[in-house]
Protein backbone atom coordinates (compact mmCIF):
# COMPACT_ATOMS: atom_id res chain seq x y z
CA UNK A 1 0.00 0.00 0.00
CA UNK A 2 2.95 2.54 0.65
CA UNK A 3 4.03 1.92 -2.45
CA UNK A 4 0.85 2.93 -4.47
CA UNK A 5 1.42 5.84 -6.48
CA UNK A 6 -0.26 9.51 -5.34
CA UNK A 7 -2.09 11.20 -7.44
CA UNK A 8 -5.96 11.55 -8.38
CA UNK A 9 -6.63 7.57 -8.35
CA UNK A 10 -4.71 6.93 -5.05
CA UNK A 11 -8.02 5.79 -3.34
CA UNK A 12 -9.46 4.03 -5.31
CA UNK A 13 -5.93 1.84 -6.22
CA UNK A 14 -6.21 1.62 -2.46
CA UNK A 15 -8.87 -0.68 -2.19
CA UNK A 16 -8.34 -2.26 -4.91
CA UNK A 17 -5.25 -3.18 -3.37
CA UNK A 18 -6.69 -4.31 -0.34
CA UNK A 19 -9.42 -5.99 -2.34
CA UNK A 20 -6.62 -8.00 -3.93
CA UNK A 21 -4.65 -9.13 -1.14
CA UNK A 22 -7.41 -9.96 1.09
CA UNK A 23 -9.74 -11.68 -1.53
CA UNK A 24 -12.40 -9.32 -0.69
CA UNK A 25 -15.90 -9.43 -2.75
CA UNK A 26 -15.80 -5.80 -2.18
CA UNK A 27 -14.15 -2.99 -0.69
CA UNK A 28 -14.99 0.78 -0.35
CA UNK A 29 -13.42 3.55 1.57
CA UNK A 30 -14.68 6.88 2.79
CA UNK A 31 -11.58 9.83 2.74
CA UNK A 32 -12.68 12.45 5.46
CA UNK A 33 -10.84 14.86 4.13
CA UNK A 34 -11.46 14.87 0.18
CA UNK A 35 -15.14 13.70 1.32
CA UNK A 36 -14.98 11.25 -1.38
CA UNK A 37 -15.86 7.33 -1.50
CA UNK A 38 -13.80 4.77 -3.20
CA UNK A 39 -15.56 1.67 -4.53
CA UNK A 40 -14.28 -1.89 -5.89
CA UNK A 41 -16.59 -4.44 -6.07
CA UNK A 42 -20.39 -4.87 -4.66
CA UNK A 43 -21.80 -1.33 -3.69
CA UNK A 44 -23.27 -1.21 -0.42
CA UNK A 45 -26.68 -0.96 0.48
CA UNK A 46 -28.81 2.29 0.43
CA UNK A 47 -27.66 4.84 3.34
CA UNK A 48 -24.44 2.62 3.13
CA UNK A 49 -22.26 6.13 2.66
CA UNK A 50 -24.10 7.91 5.99
CA UNK A 51 -22.50 4.46 8.02
CA UNK A 52 -19.14 5.35 6.88
CA UNK A 53 -19.37 8.68 7.94
CA UNK A 54 -20.42 7.76 11.16
CA UNK A 55 -17.77 4.99 11.08
CA UNK A 56 -14.82 7.40 10.39
CA UNK A 57 -15.53 9.32 13.71
CA UNK A 58 -15.13 6.23 15.76
CA UNK A 59 -12.04 3.81 16.51
CA UNK A 60 -12.45 0.27 15.90
CA UNK A 61 -14.68 -2.91 14.08
CA UNK A 62 -18.26 -2.74 13.83
CA UNK A 63 -20.26 -5.27 11.91
CA UNK A 64 -24.15 -3.83 13.93
CA UNK A 65 -26.98 -3.95 10.99
CA UNK A 66 -24.52 -4.07 8.03
CA UNK A 67 -23.81 -7.91 7.66
CA UNK A 68 -21.88 -9.60 5.39
CA UNK A 69 -20.05 -5.51 5.54
CA UNK A 70 -17.42 -5.21 8.40
CA UNK A 71 -17.16 -1.64 9.00
CA UNK A 72 -14.26 -0.20 10.46
CA UNK A 73 -12.41 3.27 11.58
CA UNK A 74 -9.64 4.32 10.11
CA UNK A 75 -7.56 7.10 12.37
CA UNK A 76 -3.96 8.44 12.38
CA UNK A 77 -2.93 9.01 15.97
CA UNK A 78 -6.39 10.75 17.68
CA UNK A 79 -7.29 11.66 14.28
CA UNK A 80 -9.94 10.57 12.61
CA UNK A 81 -9.14 10.25 8.98
CA UNK A 82 -11.37 7.26 7.07
CA UNK A 83 -13.77 4.57 7.19
CA UNK A 84 -13.72 1.11 5.55
CA UNK A 85 -16.27 -1.41 4.40
CA UNK A 86 -15.19 -4.64 3.63
CA UNK A 87 -16.78 -7.80 2.13
CA UNK A 88 -15.61 -10.71 2.38
CA UNK A 89 -13.42 -10.83 5.11
CA UNK A 90 -12.92 -13.36 7.71
CA UNK A 91 -10.10 -11.50 10.09
CA UNK A 92 -9.75 -10.49 13.88
CA UNK A 93 -10.53 -7.52 15.09
CA UNK A 94 -6.85 -7.04 15.34
CA UNK A 95 -5.80 -7.77 11.93
CA UNK A 96 -8.12 -5.28 10.81
CA UNK A 97 -7.18 -2.51 13.21
CA UNK A 98 -4.02 -3.12 11.74
CA UNK A 99 -4.48 -3.18 8.32
CA UNK A 100 -6.96 0.11 8.72
CA UNK A 101 -3.38 1.72 10.47
CA UNK A 102 -1.52 0.63 7.26
CA UNK A 103 -4.38 2.75 5.34
CA UNK A 104 -4.31 5.42 7.45
CA UNK A 105 -0.42 6.00 7.35
CA UNK A 106 -0.84 5.48 3.66
CA UNK A 107 -3.60 8.48 3.23
CA UNK A 108 -1.81 10.37 5.68
CA UNK A 109 1.35 10.36 3.14
CA UNK A 110 -0.74 10.92 0.62
CA UNK A 111 -1.81 14.17 1.85
CA UNK A 112 1.67 15.10 3.21
CA UNK A 113 2.69 15.13 -0.22
CA UNK A 114 -0.21 16.80 -1.87
CA UNK A 115 0.45 19.77 1.09
CA UNK A 116 4.21 19.90 -0.06
CA UNK A 117 3.02 20.45 -3.89
CA UNK A 118 0.83 23.09 -2.35
CA UNK A 119 3.46 24.90 -0.23
CA UNK A 120 5.88 24.57 -3.30
CA UNK A 121 3.15 25.83 -5.11
CA UNK A 122 2.60 28.91 -3.16
CA UNK A 123 6.29 29.10 -2.36
CA UNK A 124 7.45 29.50 -6.21
CA UNK A 125 3.88 31.46 -7.13
CA UNK A 126 5.48 33.96 -4.64
CA UNK A 127 8.99 34.16 -5.94
CA UNK A 128 7.95 34.60 -9.59
CA UNK A 129 5.90 37.54 -8.21
CA UNK A 130 9.22 38.77 -6.25
CA UNK A 131 11.50 37.97 -9.11
CA UNK A 132 9.33 39.57 -11.95
CA UNK A 133 9.15 42.67 -9.20
CA UNK A 134 12.94 43.19 -9.44
CA UNK A 135 13.36 42.26 -12.79
CA UNK A 136 11.10 45.07 -14.36
CA UNK A 137 12.27 47.70 -11.59
CA UNK A 138 15.79 47.15 -12.81
CA UNK A 139 14.92 46.47 -16.84
CA UNK A 140 12.04 49.48 -17.16
CA UNK A 141 14.90 52.01 -14.87
CA UNK A 142 17.13 52.62 -18.16
CA UNK A 143 14.78 53.72 -20.53
CA UNK A 144 12.21 55.98 -18.06
CA UNK A 145 15.70 57.77 -17.13
CA UNK A 146 16.36 58.75 -20.75
CA UNK A 147 12.65 59.22 -21.31
CA UNK A 148 12.80 61.73 -18.37
CA UNK A 149 16.15 63.60 -18.83
CA UNK A 150 14.85 64.32 -22.67
CA UNK A 151 11.45 65.44 -21.47
CA UNK A 152 12.95 67.66 -18.61
CA UNK A 153 15.80 69.27 -21.16
CA UNK A 154 12.92 70.58 -23.57
CA UNK A 155 10.70 71.75 -20.83
CA UNK A 156 13.29 73.44 -19.09
CA UNK A 157 14.38 74.82 -22.22
CA UNK A 158 11.69 75.85 -24.22
CA UNK A 159 14.21 77.75 -26.79
CA UNK A 160 16.21 74.54 -27.66
CA UNK A 161 17.21 74.60 -31.60
CA UNK A 162 15.28 72.52 -33.84
CA UNK A 163 17.54 70.13 -34.26
CA UNK A 164 18.67 69.48 -30.73
CA UNK A 165 14.36 69.37 -30.11
CA UNK A 166 14.00 66.97 -32.62
CA UNK A 167 16.96 65.12 -31.42
CA UNK A 168 15.59 64.42 -27.79
CA UNK A 169 12.25 63.51 -29.06
CA UNK A 170 13.45 60.98 -30.70
CA UNK A 171 15.35 59.40 -28.11
CA UNK A 172 12.15 60.14 -25.94
CA UNK A 173 10.36 58.56 -28.92
CA UNK A 174 12.75 55.34 -29.14
CA UNK A 175 13.07 54.69 -25.39
CA UNK A 176 9.26 54.90 -25.02
CA UNK A 177 8.82 51.81 -27.78
CA UNK A 178 11.98 50.39 -26.36
CA UNK A 179 9.85 50.09 -22.94
CA UNK A 180 6.84 49.15 -24.45
CA UNK A 181 8.85 46.32 -25.45
CA UNK A 182 9.84 45.33 -21.38
CA UNK A 183 6.79 45.58 -20.42
CA UNK A 184 5.61 43.02 -23.23
CA UNK A 185 8.18 40.64 -22.77
CA UNK A 186 7.57 40.67 -18.90
CA UNK A 187 3.61 40.13 -19.37
CA UNK A 188 4.85 37.28 -21.38
CA UNK A 189 7.43 35.73 -19.35
CA UNK A 190 4.94 35.79 -16.48
CA UNK A 191 2.41 34.10 -18.74
CA UNK A 192 4.18 31.59 -19.96
CA UNK A 193 5.55 30.74 -17.07
CA UNK A 194 2.59 29.29 -15.86
CA UNK A 195 0.69 28.09 -18.65
CA UNK A 196 1.20 26.08 -21.31
CA UNK A 197 3.07 27.80 -24.37
CA UNK A 198 1.01 28.00 -27.21
CA UNK A 199 2.57 28.70 -30.76
CA UNK A 200 1.31 31.09 -33.35
CA UNK A 201 3.96 29.76 -36.44
CA UNK A 202 4.60 31.87 -39.79
CA UNK A 203 6.85 31.61 -42.51
CA UNK A 204 10.08 33.85 -41.70
CA UNK A 205 13.69 33.92 -42.16
CA UNK A 206 15.55 33.32 -38.76
CA UNK A 207 18.56 35.73 -40.07
CA UNK A 208 15.35 38.44 -40.10
CA UNK A 209 14.24 38.03 -36.53
CA UNK A 210 18.06 37.64 -35.43
CA UNK A 211 18.39 41.76 -37.03
CA UNK A 212 15.23 42.72 -35.13
CA UNK A 213 16.69 41.01 -31.79
CA UNK A 214 20.16 42.82 -32.02
CA UNK A 215 18.55 46.23 -33.20
CA UNK A 216 15.66 45.74 -30.57
CA UNK A 217 18.76 45.36 -27.72
CA UNK A 218 20.81 48.63 -28.59
CA UNK A 219 20.60 50.31 -25.52
CA UNK A 220 21.65 46.76 -23.66
CA UNK A 221 24.50 46.44 -25.92
CA UNK A 222 25.15 50.43 -25.77
CA UNK A 223 29.56 49.68 -26.88
CA UNK A 224 29.56 46.35 -26.46
CA UNK A 225 30.86 44.56 -29.54
CA UNK A 226 27.95 42.24 -30.83
CA UNK A 227 29.07 40.41 -34.14
CA UNK A 228 26.64 38.80 -36.58
CA UNK A 229 27.82 36.13 -38.59
CA UNK A 230 26.45 34.64 -41.33
CA UNK A 231 26.58 31.30 -42.51
CA UNK A 232 24.86 31.41 -45.52
CA UNK A 233 21.21 31.72 -46.65
CA UNK A 234 18.95 30.16 -44.01
CA UNK A 235 15.61 28.30 -45.62
CA UNK A 236 12.28 30.15 -44.87
CA UNK A 237 10.36 28.19 -42.04
CA UNK A 238 7.25 28.24 -39.88
CA UNK A 239 7.59 29.37 -36.08
CA UNK A 240 6.65 31.80 -33.83
CA UNK A 241 7.94 34.89 -34.85
CA UNK A 242 7.25 36.76 -31.37
CA UNK A 243 7.95 34.28 -28.71
CA UNK A 244 11.43 32.75 -30.95
CA UNK A 245 12.47 36.41 -30.69
CA UNK A 246 12.47 36.58 -26.60
CA UNK A 247 13.93 33.43 -26.79
CA UNK A 248 16.86 34.82 -28.46
CA UNK A 249 16.48 37.84 -26.87
CA UNK A 250 16.78 35.79 -23.43
CA UNK A 251 20.10 34.59 -24.73
CA UNK A 252 22.00 37.24 -25.91
CA UNK A 253 20.89 39.28 -22.55
CA UNK A 254 22.61 36.18 -20.70
CA UNK A 255 25.78 37.04 -22.67
CA UNK A 256 25.87 40.72 -22.57
CA UNK A 257 25.02 40.42 -18.67
CA UNK A 258 27.97 37.68 -17.86
CA UNK A 259 31.00 39.00 -20.05
CA UNK A 260 32.68 42.32 -19.72
CA UNK A 261 32.07 45.63 -21.79
CA UNK A 262 35.23 44.96 -23.89
CA UNK A 263 34.44 41.14 -24.94
CA UNK A 264 32.70 40.39 -27.71
CA UNK A 265 29.43 38.47 -27.99
CA UNK A 266 28.66 36.29 -31.41
CA UNK A 267 25.71 35.44 -32.24
CA UNK A 268 24.78 33.12 -36.02
CA UNK A 269 22.41 30.94 -37.51
CA UNK A 270 23.48 27.98 -39.90
CA UNK A 271 21.91 24.77 -41.62
CA UNK A 272 23.42 21.56 -41.75
CA UNK A 273 21.77 18.11 -42.21
CA UNK A 274 18.12 19.22 -42.12
CA UNK A 275 18.92 21.01 -38.69
CA UNK A 276 19.05 24.75 -38.27
CA UNK A 277 21.18 26.00 -35.73
CA UNK A 278 20.98 29.05 -33.72
CA UNK A 279 24.30 30.12 -31.58
CA UNK A 280 25.22 32.66 -29.11
CA UNK A 281 28.99 32.66 -27.83
CA UNK A 282 30.40 34.35 -25.53
CA UNK A 283 33.81 34.90 -24.32
CA UNK A 284 33.30 35.49 -20.57
CA UNK A 285 34.24 33.63 -16.94
CA UNK A 286 32.53 30.34 -18.30
CA UNK A 287 29.60 28.32 -16.38
CA UNK A 288 31.18 25.69 -14.05
CA UNK A 289 30.16 22.17 -15.23
CA UNK A 290 27.82 21.39 -11.93
CA UNK A 291 25.74 24.25 -12.68
CA UNK A 292 25.41 23.48 -16.40
CA UNK A 293 23.44 20.72 -15.11
CA UNK A 294 20.78 23.12 -13.28
CA UNK A 295 20.77 26.50 -15.51
CA UNK A 296 17.85 25.81 -17.78
CA UNK A 297 15.99 25.08 -14.24
CA UNK A 298 13.14 28.09 -13.13
CA UNK A 299 14.63 30.57 -10.72
CA UNK A 300 17.89 28.73 -10.88
CA UNK A 301 20.68 31.53 -10.61
CA UNK A 302 24.66 30.96 -9.89
CA UNK A 303 25.09 31.33 -6.56
CA UNK A 304 28.46 32.55 -7.37
CA UNK A 305 26.60 35.87 -9.49
CA UNK A 306 23.14 36.20 -7.53
CA UNK A 307 23.82 38.85 -5.54
CA UNK A 308 26.21 41.20 -7.97
CA UNK A 309 24.28 40.50 -11.23
CA UNK A 310 20.34 41.30 -11.25
CA UNK A 311 18.27 38.82 -12.80
CA UNK A 312 14.90 36.84 -12.14
CA UNK A 313 16.12 32.85 -13.00
CA UNK A 314 13.13 32.78 -15.68
CA UNK A 315 14.71 34.10 -18.57
CA UNK A 316 16.71 30.69 -19.65
CA UNK A 317 14.16 28.74 -18.49
CA UNK A 318 11.58 30.17 -20.36
CA UNK A 319 13.66 30.40 -23.68
CA UNK A 320 13.93 26.64 -22.95
CA UNK A 321 10.40 26.02 -23.04
CA UNK A 322 9.90 27.88 -25.83
CA UNK A 323 12.28 26.07 -27.89
CA UNK A 324 11.12 22.45 -26.88
CA UNK A 325 7.74 23.79 -28.05
CA UNK A 326 8.91 23.98 -31.29
CA UNK A 327 10.41 20.52 -31.11
CA UNK A 328 13.48 21.70 -30.71
CA UNK A 329 16.23 21.85 -28.27
CA UNK A 330 18.11 24.38 -26.47
CA UNK A 331 21.64 23.16 -25.00
CA UNK A 332 24.99 24.87 -23.29
CA UNK A 333 28.26 24.30 -23.85
CA UNK A 334 30.59 25.71 -21.64
CA UNK A 335 34.63 26.21 -20.59
CA UNK A 336 36.41 29.33 -19.29
CA UNK A 337 36.98 31.95 -21.93
CA UNK A 338 34.09 30.31 -24.25
CA UNK A 339 30.29 29.37 -23.59
CA UNK A 340 27.60 28.87 -26.33
CA UNK A 341 24.10 28.17 -26.12
CA UNK A 342 22.73 26.22 -29.01
CA UNK A 343 19.17 26.13 -30.34
CA UNK A 344 18.64 23.46 -32.86
CA UNK A 345 15.65 23.44 -34.89
CA UNK A 346 14.53 20.76 -37.73
CA UNK A 347 14.13 21.70 -41.05
CA UNK A 348 11.01 19.96 -42.60
CA UNK A 349 11.97 19.07 -46.48
CA UNK A 350 9.51 21.50 -47.76
CA UNK A 351 10.46 24.17 -45.99
CA UNK A 352 14.00 23.89 -47.04
CA UNK A 353 12.47 23.49 -50.85
Do not use: W
Not at 12 to 31: G, P, S, T
Not at 86 to 115: F, K
Not at 192 to 208: A, K, Q, V
Not at 287 to 314: M, N
Amino acid sequence: MLLIDRGARFGKQLVEKLAEIFDLQAAILYERHARAFYCVGISGPEGFEDDLRLAALSDGPSTKGRAPYVIVGVRSGSEPVASMALRGATMPDSVLQGVANLVAIGLERARAQDLAQEVEAARQSEQLRTTLIDAMAHEFKTPLTLIKAATTSLLANPNVPTESRQEQLTIADEEAEHLRELIDDAIEMARLDTTRIELHPEMGNLNDTLEDVVASMRTEIDEHPVRVISHGPLPTMAFDKRLMKLAIRQLLDNALKYTSAETAVEIGAQVEDGVLSVEVTDHGKGIPAEEQLRIFDRFYRSPLVKRQIPGSGLGLSIAHGIVRAHNGELTVSSRPGLTTFRITLPVHREEAA
